[in-house]
């Protein structure tokens, strides 16, 4: 009899101890969320998301360059990545037989393990020192990369979970194999894909260490892929260790920002996938 | 034989596609080491282990950033381990459906944050923390070092790495725990006896993932590490990663060597996060086959 | 329905196209020394000529070596560049001084809000780690007066390639032999103790941030952060603070016409020791990499101006003003630039 209690004891203790470790680390997790609120949110007014920077030590100014940069780039970033990423997927679904799928497989995933840092020098030496100048698109190039993997994996599982019956029906209607896969297959993975390009873009938005030696920054508004451009997290990490008591709340104002630009797309992409899912 | 035509054209251009793919790893690679080239010609193999960083006579070696990356990185995985595999377990085995689910993308919406916030806050909050603890064990009270990045990083791939876990223990199937429980197993035997080790090369693989994304982590490292360029000699040392190195010094090496040494220390850390990345698909490829 | 982005694209560019033809922006990089003068001069002339000047804080090394690789239009630095740089240029490059301005020791020291006192040879020790609490025997008796505390030197020192640096370890190799001998000079070192923090910025945050610390930064960092900052004890053996007389003072020497000249260690009995001539770097020949002859007319204008109307606004930040003999050697610079061998300014 004791053996049994002695086991039922073990059962609840370690019960105890799963829920204690479980919880604690929400302390870190959820002081993070509540430092960003606590500072940011004092400093978020309209002048702070449409205004430029002032020179340090003056009051005010504004963050608005760099929301604009980060947009730009992740729009310039997605118009390399998605069709490349969307066609490498339909190549892997639709026509990869035996070994060279394999190494394309292989090749994303070694490009999804790769340090971001990493891309920045690559990006560097291909595009910057060539060009010779920092660009936005040359930051966008190395978001870009980042992208691919995530594009193509995701575009590769929505279109294999498509039913075979799809493809042999609008073949049968004589339709050819690519209008097959642009009319039919895609549509009917759009959701799918769409939800994989939003999570790739959530995870270039807030990158920094690619965009150091890339965009680079820029005080100035910037429309031209052609010249340096500032971007939120490059703005977050210069004035987080910069010594200016105003840019120090103002990092804490654009990590809000920041924080609510890449959790969004999170929640876009996850609604999607939910609504995927139950239908 | 015309309506044939655009399918071929169209089966051309995805190939292509997938061939770039193939390229771009294959360029990234070259790119690195043709970079590398003028570091690799002047230290051959012993950059790896030569430790002296000394930008003013061009001596460089890479031993004070690749101690300062592997230290950093185990201790952030061994400090993680015990909450993620805790975390996972509760989500995947305790909490009820109704909630591990809510919970389960809360977490990954954490794991979401970008990396330059996470340096922010400790920056701000986990600097003075462990300064205060420095002062209490009597050791140099500088508040950044090793400590505040392991911590950091630690923080960081928790929720990766639980929600990594989550997913492992769901594969277990549902006859084996109920034999199991037939046989009157309590749930911690259960876990214990059957879940984790029927899963227990899964969970490995996903630690291993997550060490791959501590050891590339830049950012948030940069800022807490205190950017010193020697080996550290005590756990309490200011201390520099392969990434926080080549964040700090890239745009500014005036040097050709200079420049070059960084990039092999990128190259170096492409090879490092490769090799730790392969391990962990070999580990679920096996898995899979299984 | 296909075809709405395909006249976004065009738009973009037609927008962005459009305001390229419009408004130059000229690109510049480097050093940290003179970022809050830079940024408050740019500000300025945006304001007035609608010219906007990016200028990035990377570190003089940056500033060197983004000149070299032509990616910006001009560099900046605070210490002139060497020989072999100059060697590896694709043409000849000008040293355009801007300003004066001063090295400080900054602290963060509790219950010591001013009033530190430090010889040159204590200085040198401190960084090389031979120094290790603030009461060491040797810094209170320089400073009877002061309560220091039982608190270990944490030093602070630059992470990135820096003319800040350069002056402070060419400085200490002037003094301390065993500096000279263990460390050298550069804008990067292999320092012998303490942490890097990153830029200007970076150094005087931890400055601010950790009790303890002691750090080497421009005056105006330590002035906009209400830092203390240490008395040097100069060549004549008195000891001074950083002011904008004692800069001007130290900057009243021989300065030969390429202005590639260190004035740290002056000779002048009311000098600051520490002080440096921050410059901007451009290439005389300015067409070139299919540089546009506007772009280049751009420069050369924004470099006149900074040389005399934006001199104005230096003070309030704690720079000193070049000297007349200083002014004069820059203007002629200037009047050298040209744009397929016709000068920019005539």
Known sequence: MSRLFYRKLKDR??????????????????????????????????????????????????????????????????????????????????????????????????????????????????????????????????????????????????????????????????????????????????????????????????????????????????????????????????????????????????????????????????????????? | MMSRNPDRIFYGLCLAVALGLVFLVLGIGFTLLSGSWLSLKKFGLAFIWHRVWDPVSEEFGALPFIVGTVVTSLVALLITIPFALSSGIFLAEYAPARMAGPLAALIELLAGIPSVIYGLWALFYLVPLVRWVEMKFGAPPFGLGLPTASLVLAIMILPYAASITREVLKMVPPEIKEAAYGLGATKWEVIRGVCIPYSLSGIVAGLLLSLGRALGETMAVTMVIGNRSEVPTSFWDLANTMASVIANEFTEASKDLHLSALVEIGLLLFLITLLVNTLARIIIAKLQVK | ??????????????????????????????????????????????????????????????????????????????????????????????????????????????????????????????????????????????????????????????????????????????????????????????????MGGKGNEGVTGYLKQLPGTIGYIELAYAHQNRLPVAALQNKAGNFVLPTLKSLSAAAKTHIPPDTRVLIVNTDAADGYPLSAMTWILVYKEQAYGGRSYERAKALADLLWWCVHEAQEYNEALFYARLPENVVAIVEKLIRSMTYKGKPLRP
């Open chain 3, 1 to 194: 329905m296909k075809k709405w982005w395909l006249w976004l694209v065009l738009g973009w560019w037609a927008f962005s196209g459009g305001a390229l033809a419009g408004k130059i922006t000229l690109l510049g990089a480097g050093a940290t020394f003179p970022y809050p003068l830079y940024s408050k001069w740019f500000h300025v002339y945006y304001q007035k000529t609608g010219i906007k000047v990016n200028y990035q804080s990377i570190g003089s090394g940056g500033g060197i070596r983004q000149i070299l690789a032509r990616t910006v239009d001009f560099g900046a630095s605070d210490a002139p560049m060497t020989d072999e740089e100059l060697a590896k240029a694709p043409a000849e490059i000008l040293h355009l001084p801007m300003a004066i301005g001063a090295v400080v020791i900054s602290y963060n020291l509790p219950g010591v809000p001013s009033g530190l006192k430090l010889t040159p040879q204590v200085l040198a020790d401190i960084f090389l780690g031979k120094i290790r609490k603030w009461n060491d025997p040797r810094i209170a008796q320089l400073n009877p007066n002061l309560k220091l505390p039982k608190l270990p030197i944490v030093v602070v020192h630059r992470s990135d390639g820096s003319g800040t640096t350069f002056n402070f370890t060419y400085y200490l190799s002037l003094v301390s032999p065993e500096w000279k001998k263990r460390v050298g000079y550069g804008k990067a070192v292999r320092w012998p103790t303490g």
């Open chain 1, 13 to 279: 203790l370690a019960l105890a101890a799963i829920v204690l470790l479980a919880f604690l680390p929400a302390f870190p997790l959820f002081h993070i969320l509540y430092g960003i609120l606590k500072q940011g949110l004092s400093v978020l007014s309209w002048e702070f998301l449409t205004h430029l920077p002032k020179p340090p030590g003056e009051p005010g100014g504004g963050v608005g360059n760099a929301i604009l940069g980060t947009l730009m780039l992740a729009v310039m970033a997605s118009g390399m990545a998605v069709p490349v990423g969307v066609l490498c997927g339909v190549y892997l679904s639709e026509y990869a037989r035996g070994k060279f799928g394999e190494v394309v497989r292989v090749a994303a995933d070694v490009l999804q393990g790769v340090p971001s840092i990493v891309l920045g020098i690559v990006a560097y030496l291909w595009v910057v020192k060539p060009m010779g100048h920092f660009s936005a698109f040359s930051g966008a190039v190395a978001l870009a990369v980042m992208m691919l993997p995530v594009i193509v994996r995701s575009t590769e599982e929505i279109l294999k979970m498509i039913p075979e019956t799809l493809r042999e029906a609008s073949l049968a209607l004589g339709v050819n194999y690519w209008r097959t896969v642009l009319k039919v297959l895609i549509p009917t993975g759009m959701v799918g894909i769409t939800t994989g390009i939003l999570l790739s873009l959530a995870r270039i938005m807030g990158e920094t260490a690619p965009l150091l030696f890339t965009a680079f920054g820029n005080p100035f508004w910037n429309l031209n892929p052609l010249q340096p451009v500032e971007a939120l997290p490059l703005t977050v990490f210069k004035y987080a260790i910069s010594p200016y008591e105003e840019w120090i709340l103002q990092a804490w104002g654009a990590s809000v920002v920041l924080t609510l630009m890449v959790l969004g797309l999170n929640l876009i992409s996850r609604f999607l996938a939910w609504r995927l899912g139950g239908r």
